[in-house]
């Protein structure tokens, strides 16, 4: 990545901001990694910042699916998931539901949108991402800490 493509990127993103009232590029930056975009020649920033978005969304909705719903998943996410209490499975249900919708316009805006549209994307999606992070790392702290200190050990032998 060279200094320069970076600052263009830098520059042609606080042009959308000021026109659509994005946030700061440092915070796009810190929670979507979009300073990637920088290797990347595209004449549509705003459908880029939506891809980088579109990751992250995909990798946190399948872990939260696999906390919900654990079907052919390594065995450390069953001592997790024990861990977790029925008020945090009702948050986690309600995270999922929310990057789910996210995922769901993802698709249709693949298919189909502008500008401004997917400025207006990335602001909601910024918004609702800085609520779901917090809940789910709360959510991971509280695992985390259930979790230290026990070492479950397997005495049953020979699987053979």
């Known amino acids: 990545m060279n200094e ?5 990127v830098k520059k042609k993103y606080e042009v ?20 990637k975009i ?3 020649e595209t004449d549509f920033l705003t459908r880029e910042i939506r891809r ?10 399948r872990f939260v699916e696999t906390l919900i719903n654990p079907v052919n998943v390594p065995m450390f996410v069953f001592s997790v998931i024990k861990s977790i209490s029925p008020e945090d499975k009702k948050i986690l249900n309600d ?3 929310k990057l ?8 249709r805006m693949d298919i189909d949108s502008s500008e401004k549209e997917d400025a207006q994307f990335i602001s909601e999606t910024f ?15 509280k695992v985390k800490s259930t979790g230290e200190g026990k070492e479950e050990k397997n005495n049953s032998g020979y699987f053979g």
């Open 4 to 8: 320069f493509n970076l600052d263009e």
């Open 100 to 107: 789910s919708k996210i995922d769901i316009k993802l698709i």
């Open 16 to 35: 959308l901001r000021g026109k659509y009232k994005l946030p700061s590029f440092e915070e796009m930056n810190r929670d979507f990694y979009i300073e």
């Open 127 to 141: 918004e609702s991402w800085s609520k779901i992070k917090k809940d789910l790392s709360e959510i991971l702290k």
């Open 95 to 97: 995270i999922y539901g």
């Open 38 to 40: 920088a290797g990347t």
């Open 52 to 61: 980088f978005i579109s990751d992250k969304i995909f990798n946190y909705l």
